[in-house]
């Protein structure tokens, strides 16, 4: 077995540590040697959504904030698929055309039905 093979990945996998390790120890080496150090409450302090905490942490979310998630992850997600479709809508023809308009027109029935019903409404 011809261990030669192996070389490039495993200089890939070096690579990619040093890419994902070196600015961090690097950012902590910087800041503790140039870094204005002087915590106070303020710094120390929980934030979320740029205002004070105010109740528990365990405290229930109102579900529309899901809801408003999951729809900008389906619809984000669907339209990524437009991309490829447009590179390669030359070698695919009318047929892959016609597919990708159904497509949206699902997609864009899907929007109108989420629109009337209120789900993106946020009161």
Do not use: H
Not at 6 to 29: H, S
Not at 35 to 40: C, L, N, S, T, V
């Amino acid at each position: 077995m011809n261990l030669d093979q192996y070389l490039p990945v495993l200089l890939f996998i070096m690579v990619g540590v040093a890419v994902g390790v070196l600015p961090q120890a690097m950012g902590w080496m910087f800041s503790t040697m140039f870094g204005y150090q002087k915590p106070d409450t303020a710094k120390n302090s929980p934030y979320e959504c740029g205002f004070e905490a105010f109740e528990d942490a365990r405290m229930k979310f109102d579900v529309r904030y899901y809801l408003v998630a999951i729809l900008f992850i389906l619809f984000d997600l669907e339209i990524a698929f437009l991309f490829p479709w447009a590179v390669a809508l030359k070698e695919i023809g009318p047929g892959g055309f016609w597919a990708m308009m159904v497509f949206l027109a699902i997609l864009v029935v899907g929007f109108v039905y989420e629109w009337k019903k209120g789900a993106l409404d946020w009161e």
